[in-house]
Structures are given as structure tokens and as C-alpha cells.
């Protein structure tokens, strides 16, 4: 019997490659993995497992369209920090960010929802629909609409939000829709220190919490993404009926909770610090520091998903999850224990 066919963007990231990963291990799937740069150590490393490789951009509709042709499912993921990059480095986006009266974020957040839009262009295409029974979109709330103005620099959340807007108003395609609304990845504790307990001189460690983000918090989703995205998507793909939106989470834990989660792994004492917004930032890379605020400040007020009870915890669906004491136990804090991280 011929194969079924899934079409992963993204396949050489975190996300991509855990679905790419997942679905390897279906005999009766064949995994196709789009990637601007099919000759890359990691997109070569796919196509030595067995993953059929198409050169493909998100700016490029005829290139995803080609990658889509007699695909079942497609996981599609859009980048903001690939575009916020590419302006910072580019005299020309810059111009075209002042002409429209756009920050350089905020440019990249709308060059990152016109890539969303061409993703949605090229798979709803009658010819790719013919195939097509799923389409998952990784995507994030609104966060200026659902605070009503508020909160304004949650770029790379706007942004897919404005894409998976556009997704459900175009028919076709929203037939064939399901959603994966990603936590906040575990893997990013090696680039921001805020996200990792820190070595008081008694040799207890701290975790900080923004102050303004303490008040009415209860827990966020924590995901291990390079894991578990594949187990989202494989769920939606095969279990689970179209228009099905499920929260990108390995556990929801409160800050005490992971802070006392991770000391009892490693064997050490944890606390929560809640710090001002002026030493939060100190422990935040500065390219992200206004937007991680913002992120963190909308969660707290309005929780993840902004409320939306569409988005179903995965344990509702029945997805099983890495517990997360099995993936802090995985890495190697030794740099943290010894308060030289
Ligand atoms: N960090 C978090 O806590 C968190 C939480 C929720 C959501 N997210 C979201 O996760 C997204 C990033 O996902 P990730 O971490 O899986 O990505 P990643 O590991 O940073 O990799 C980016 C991927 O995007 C591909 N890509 C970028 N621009 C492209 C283009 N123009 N055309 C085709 N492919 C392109 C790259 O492929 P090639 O380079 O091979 O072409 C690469 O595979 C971000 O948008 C972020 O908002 C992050």
C-alpha cells in the first residue's frame, strides 16, 4: 500500500524535527521536510534517515505548494526571530518598515504573518486539497486583541495569531484545520538566563518571577518542544477530528511547583524570588527583553490561550507527554549547580 504523506515545515528547528522524528516511526507515513538549505548538516542528517528533502521558503508560494502536492497532513511552523533577524541585517526591510510606520519588530512580526499566509495560499491550492486531511498550524494567541490594546509587543504571538485568523476564514483549508498553542519551551533555559534556577552563596537556588506577572499567575504550560511536538502532532494527525486545538504542553506548573520539581530532581533546595521589572530584564537577552515582558505580563493577567477553551490540555486528548523530571534529569546543570551559570 502506498504510503501516506506528511509535509513537515521547519523539519531542520526544534519543532519540525520532533514531528519529523515522530512520524519516522510510522512504517505507513513518509515524511517530507521542507528547508531553504537542503544542503545544512541537520537537513542532511534528515535526509540520511529517510526524509525526502524539498527546497522550499516561506516566501516562496510556488515552493510550498510543490512541497504540499499529494501531502495528507502538513505541520506548518512560521519563524519571528528568523525574520526579525533578517531585518536587523538589511538596509532595505529597514526602509520598507519606515515607510509603513513599523518598528523593526513589529516588521517581522508582519513579514512572519504574510509567510503564515502564503503557507495557508499554497495548501489550500484545489490540487493540494485533493490529498490534504490535515493541517496543523503551530500557532499563539492574540495577545493585543484578547487585552484589548493593552499589551502590544508580544510580536511573534500577534503575528501567528493574524496568520491562524486568515487560516480560519478561508474555507477550504479550514476544513482540514487543528491547532498545536505552544508552551513556553524548556530547551530555552541554556539562552535565557531568567528561565534557570540561579546559586544563592548558601547554596540554595532561586528562580525569578517577574513581580508584575506574580499577582493573579497560576501556572503556564511548560513543553519539552523537541519532544513532544511530535506527540501533539502525531495526535491530531491520526486520533483526533479536524478543528481539534490543543495546548503545547508537557505539564502547566505553577513557578514554586518547577522550582520545587527541579530541586527535587537534582537533589537540591529551590525557591521562587518575584523580582522588579528592572532585574528581570538584567537576565534577559536585550534583543527580546520588551517582548518577553509583554509575554510574560499576558499571562499572567489573561492565562496562556488568552482563556480560550477550544485549546484542550493534551490529557484530554490523550496524548502522553515526557514528564519533566525525566528531561531535567537529561541535561547537564552542572554550570548552574556550581553557580558558574
Ligand atoms: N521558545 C519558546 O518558548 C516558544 C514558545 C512558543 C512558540 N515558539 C515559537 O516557535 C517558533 C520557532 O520554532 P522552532 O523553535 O521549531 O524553530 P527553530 O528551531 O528556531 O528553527 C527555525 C526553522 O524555521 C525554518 N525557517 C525559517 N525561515 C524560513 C523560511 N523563510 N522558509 C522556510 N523555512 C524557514 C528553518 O529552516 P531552514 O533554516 O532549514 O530553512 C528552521 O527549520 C517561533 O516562531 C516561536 O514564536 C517558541
Not at 90 to 115: H, I, M, V
Not at 261 to 285: C, F, I, N
Amino acid at each position: 500500500m502506498a504510503k501516506k504523506i506528511i509535509t513537515v515545515l521547519g523539519v531542520t528547528g526544534t519543532q519540525g524535527g520532533s514531528v519529523a522524528e515522530r512520524f519516522l516511526s510510522h512504517p505507513d507515513w513518509l515524511v517530507r521536510g521542507v528547508t531553504r538549505n537542503p544542503g545544512s548538516p541537520k537537513a542532511k542528517n534528515w535526509a540520511s534517515r529517510g526524509v525526502q528533502l524539498f527546497q522550499g521558503d516561506y516566501d516562496d508560494v510556488q515552493s510550498l505548494k510543490a512541497a504540499f502536492l499529494g501531502a495528507h497532513a502538513i505541520f506548518a511552523v512560521t519563524d519571528w526571530a528568523s525574520n526579525h533577524a533578517r531585518v536587523t541585517a538589511d538596509a532595505a526591510l529597514q526602509d520598507k518598515a519606515r515607510a509603513a510606520g513599523r518598528t523593526f519588530e513589529e516588521y517581522a512580526g508582519d513579514l512572519e504573518t504574510a509567510q503564515g499566509i502564503n503557507v495557508a495560499t499554497a495548501a489550500a491550492e484545489p490540487v493540494v486539497l485533493r490529498t490534504l486531511e490535515r493541517f496543523v498550524f503551530s500557532t499563539l494567541p492574540a495577545v493585543r486583541d484578547i487585552s484589548r490594546g493593552e499589551i502590544v509587543h508580544s510580536w511573534e504571538f500577534d503575528s501567528k495569531a493574524a496568520a491562524e485568523k486568515y487560516m480560519r476564514a478561508l474555507p477550504p483549508l479550514s476544513r482540514v484545520l487543528s491547532t498545536v498553542t505552544m508552551g513556553i519551551f524548556q530547551e530555552t533555559w541554556r539562552d535565557i538566563p531568567a528561565f534557570r534556577p540561579r546559586r544563592r552563596p548558601d547554596g540554595t537556588f532561586e528562580l525569578l518571577r517577574l513581580r508584575a506577572a506574580a499577582g493573579s499567575h497560576v501556572a503556564d504550560p511548560l513543553v519539552v518542544a523537541s519532544r513532544d511536538t511530535g506527540a501533539f502532532v502525531e495526535a491530531l494527525v491520526l486520533d483526533h477530528p479536524t478543528g481539534t486545538d490543543v495546548l503545547g504542553a508537557s505539564a502547566v506548573l505553577s513557578r514554586e511547583e518547577y522550582a520545587a520539581l527541579w530541586g527535587r530532581t537534582l537533589g537540591v533546595e529551590a525557591s521562587v524570588r518575584d523580582v522588579s521589572e528592572d532585574e528581570y530584564r538584567r537576565y534577559v537577552p536585550e534583543d527580546i527583553q520588551v517582548t518577553l515582558l509583554d509575554d510574560l505580563k499576558f499571562f499572567a493577567e489573561y492565562g496562556y490561550t488568552g482563556g480560550n477553551a477550544k485549546v484542550k490540555l493534551p490529557g484530554e486528548l490523550g496524548i502522553k507527554t515526557t514528564p519533566l523530571e525525566e528531561y531535567i534529569r537529561a541535561q547537564d546543570w552542572s554550570l548552574v549547580l556550581s553557580g558558574e551559570m
